[in-house]
């Protein structure tokens, strides 16, 4: 199975910052990467596919990039709503993974 | 709109079994896989399986081979996961989630339930 890791687990900001998440695959896995929000008793969101490509409706504050093995989500000027934890998810091979996660809380 | 509507949270004791249903609506129920996920405390997310509505075929990860069916009716449009024998471990909140492809040709997890929240514990 390929395996996602993400850094850091946790992240404290403020308001306005810009933050980058990441994620790294154990083995190449082209620009096949999405990126998802989640929020307690929220359904999920999914704000990036194809690794840069944003889902119609996400704020463009919110950026992917990366390709191969290494993968990072931007956020530009923090938003209250913003704060949440941060997935990446790989769809090269079965079966799909997920990454642990990144907890970004308000500082 | 898309949605994906999922029946509500459960509690259940070791050794029963659970049945969650996932209402779709807003688009063509029958041409786009659904994936069950799920997400323990403390945990990340979990890839269960996937039914495709248009003619029932499934396929179920390995570690819920034999405890797991999923199923869909598709006069009402809706998803069925059912978990057998349950354990403790078992606790998390469950989601379906929409697979959906475009001319771009990249697949994704664009709409998903709001999750049915499962406790298992005697």
């Known amino acids: 199975d390929i395996q996602m890791t993400q850094s850091p687990s946790s992240l404290s900001a403020s308001v306005g910052d810009r933050v980058t998440l990441s994620c790294r695959a154990s083995q190449s896995i082209s620009n096949f990467v999405n990126w998802f929000q989640l929020k307690p008793g929220e359904a999920p969101k999914l704000l990036i596919y194809a690794a840069s490509i944003s889902q119609t409706g996400v704020p463009s504050r919110f950026t992917g990039s990366g390709s191969g093995t290494d993968f990072t989500l931007t956020i530009t000027s923090l938003q209250p709503e913003d704060f949440a934890t941060y997935y990446c998810q790989q769809n090269y091979g079965v079966p799909f993974t997920f990454g642990p996660g990144t907890k970004l809380d308000i500082k | 709109q898309v949605q994906l509507v999922q029946s509500g949270a459960e509690v259940k004791k070791p050794g029963a079994s659970l049945k969650v249903s996932c209402k779709a609506s807003?688009?063509?129920?029958?041409?786009?896989?659904m994936y069950w996920m799920r997400q323990a405390p403390g945990q990340g997310l979990e890839w269960m399986g996937w039914?495709?509505?248009?003619?029932?075929?499934?396929k179920y990860a390995q570690n819920f081979q034999g405890r797991v069916t999923m199923t869909r009716d598709t006069s009402i449009s809706t998803a069925y996961m059912e978990l057998t024998n349950l354990k403790s471990d078992d606790t998390a909140v469950y989601y379906c989630?929409?697979?959906?492809?475009?001319?771009?040709?990249?697949?994704?997890?664009?709409?998903w339930g709001q999750g049915t929240r499962v406790s298992v514990s005697s």
């Open positions: 039914v495709n509505p248009n003619n029932g075929a499934t």
């Open positions: 989630t929409r697979y959906y492809f475009d001319s771009s040709g990249y697949f994704r997890f664009d709409f």
């Open positions: 807003g688009y063509a129920f029958s041409d786009y896989y």
